[in-house]
């Protein structure tokens, strides 16, 4: 093998099944995630390192189904200048 054995072996995303380019790979507990994926969690979600591929895909599929909620919502009412409260 050598130094550089595994550097530029293909990886496989354990969420969607996608091959990982060579600068693309976000490890996980227990597999990895390619940079598609990760741009899909929340930019609130910090704990990806110590994530399970499980909990990444429950994660996916909650933002998605809230996705959904988001453009069934119909603002009937703004009240505010800069921050605003939204009502529907």
């Known amino acids: 093998m050598g130094l550089f054995g595994n550097l530029f072996e293909k990886k496989i995303c354990s969420v969607c099944g996608g091959e ?3 600068l693309g790979n976000r490890k996980l507990e227990d597999g990895n995630l ?11 979600f ?4 110590h994530s399970t591929v499980d909990e990444i895909k429950e994660q996916l599929a909650y933002r998605e189904a809230n996705l959904e909620q988001v453009k ?3 603002t009937t009412r703004t009240l505010g200048a800069d921050t605003k409260i939204l009502l529907d």
């Open 20 to 22: 990982i380019g060579l």
């Open 34 to 44: 390619c940079k598609n994926c990760a741009k899909k969690l929340s930019p609130w």
């Open 46 to 49: 910090s704990d990806r390192r």
């Open 72 to 74: 069934a919502f119909h």
